[in-house]
């Protein structure tokens, strides 16, 4: 199966491509428009030119090696589509229309046909019934979502079951700033599932993260075995903790399974849990950009008591460990400050004061620590210890997790010279904790011969 021809095509074909507006097919040749390579409009029933490509009536009529086929059909019509495709040497096609699986057993019998085909012709088949992928960096838009377009390209790979939840975490990762290097809905996952996409972007130049959403699926041990086997960090949201069964196999044809085997598996096999979308993209980002630690040990300094608190209690609920720092750190702390609230772990300072960025460096330089999360309300008289920070990003091959707040206006120029070098700045304590408590997951993770622990249950 060529996976490749998928991702990264010369030519695509859009079959059903419309000069109506308020067609899937409009949309689709909309948003190819960035692409770089050869792009040919399939319609019988239409004539002239579409977005300045002409018309063709069918995929075989292609003077040209067709690599990948965007299918906007009904889905009766789509099997003969993709048996039209396999005999013209189309390589991979995506399948926008629902009706299939996910719609009872006449579904199921369409998308069996488009799995009998594709396997004899060794066809990769995105779909049916998903929106479809994005690979902002190629300009390669292969789906029918607007706004698409605008999605900026950035480290993390999203691989979601639902075409929905990839747009969703596509958009948001647009609306903070970030961006993606792949945004994958799989939809019921005809010959394309999690491992092959996974297998995919583990080897992607520019994927430094990859993210899963799932619901479910009936390879569960090779998705896991897949995870185990990827050089590139994975975190997963897998749902169904309550019983939404029938309403995800109405969705995606995805039965939800157990979701403690999910989780537990997930687990064994090395691959931190999260539980919103909002932690996956944090998650993300943070792996992405720091380096990874060697422990789930956090070391926390905030400047304010408060925020500290919800920070040690919500990384301590998530299975985080605030290690007791060693005797020289405290030492070093009550010499640089006599009057230190609490010396502990965390360590507050009580209020933001010039040597907040050494009392940070201290923390940091313990072996105790495995990872440093700081949290400090802005004031613009002192502002944030962006040049001590800045020097102990170079020091310490740790990661550093800024939490702050303030007037935007005030404290931008600091937040950006953290995130300018590579420290990941959150404006709550609570964003902050979970993105740190996936760090501290992925380190107790990374310190267990996960080979030797693997549940053969699951």
């Known amino acids: 199966m060529e996976i490749k021809s998928l991702f990264h095509p010369e030519s695509i074909a859009v079959i059903g491509a419309s000069h109506s507006t308020e067609k899937i097919g409009h949309e689709v040749m909309a948003n190819l428009e960035p692409f770089g390579g050869s792009v040919y409009p399939v319609n019988p029933s239409s004539e002239g030119e579409l977005f300045g490509e002409s018309f063709v009536e069918s995929v075989d009529a292609i003077d040209d090696t067709v690599d990948l086929a965007l299918i906007a059909v009904p889905a009766p019509v789509v099997p003969d589509v993709i048996d039209d495709c ?11 229309a629902g009706g299939f699986a996910e719609a009872g057993d006449d579904g199921k019998a369409l998308q069996q046909r488009i799995v009998e085909t594709a396997m004899d012709h060794e066809m990769a088949i995105l779909g049916p019934n998903t929106s479809g992928f994005v690979v902002p960096d190629d ?26 939840i990839a747009h969703a975490l596509a958009f948001q990762t647009l609306r903070e700033g970030d961006g993606l290097s792949a945004m994958v809905g799989l939809g019921n996952r005809a010959t394309v599932g999690f491992p092959e996409v996974i297998d995919y972007f583990d080897g992607h130049e520019g994927t430094d993260a990859i993210v899963l959403h799932v619901e479910g699926t009936d390879r569960a041990r090779e998705l896991m075995e897949c995870c185990r086997s990827a050089e590139t960090p994975i975190l997963a949201y897998n749902v169904g903790e309550s019983d939404v069964g029938e309403f995800a196999e109405s969705h995606t044809g995805a039965l939800t399974g157990n979701y403690a085997l999910y989780r537990a598996g997930f687990e064994q096999y ?20 720091q380096s990874h630690p060697d422990g789930p040990n956090v070391g926390v300094v905030t400047a304010q008591a408060g925020p500290g608190i919800i920070i040690a209690d919500r990384i301590q609920r998530a299975d985080g460990i605030l ?20 010396a502990g772990n965390p360590v507050d300072t009580g209020r933001p004061m010039p040597e907040f960025g050494e009392v940070i460096a201290i923390v940091a330089d313990d072996d105790a620590v495995d990872i440093v999360l700081v949290y400090e309300l802005f004031e613009a008289a002192i502002g944030l210890p962006v040049d001590r920070i ?3 990003v170079d020091e310490i091959e740790k990661p550093i997790v800024f939490a702050t707040d303030g007037p935007p206006a005030a404290f931008d120029e600091d937040v950006a010279a953290l995130e300018e070098c590579g420290v990941p700045v959150f404006l709550s304590p609570e ?15 990374e310190g267990r011969d996960v080979e030797s622990e693997v549940n053969t249950d699951v």
Do not use: K, M
């Not at 300009?139 to 929905?164: K, N, R, Y």
């Not at 996956?280 to 980002?285: E, F, K, P, S, T």
């Open 323 to 342: 290690p007791e720092l060693n005797e020289t750190t405290q030492e070093q702390l009550a010499e640089l400050l006599p009057g230190i609230t609490y």
């Open 86 to 96: 396999a005999h013209a040497g189309v390589n991979a096609a995506v399948v926008y």
């Open 139 to 164: 300009g390669l838009l292969g789906s029918f979502a607007s706004g698409a377009e605008d999605v900026p390209a950035g480290g993390t790979c999203v691989i979601a079951q639902s075409g929905g």
């Open 431 to 445: 964003r902050a904790a979970d993105a740190v408590s996936v760090l501290a997951e992925y380190g107790s993770l």
């Open 270 to 289: 090395g691959v931190p849990a999260v539980d919103s979308t909002t932690e996956l993209l944090d998650g993300a980002a943070i792996l992405s950009n």
């Open 390 to 392: 800045q020097t102990l």
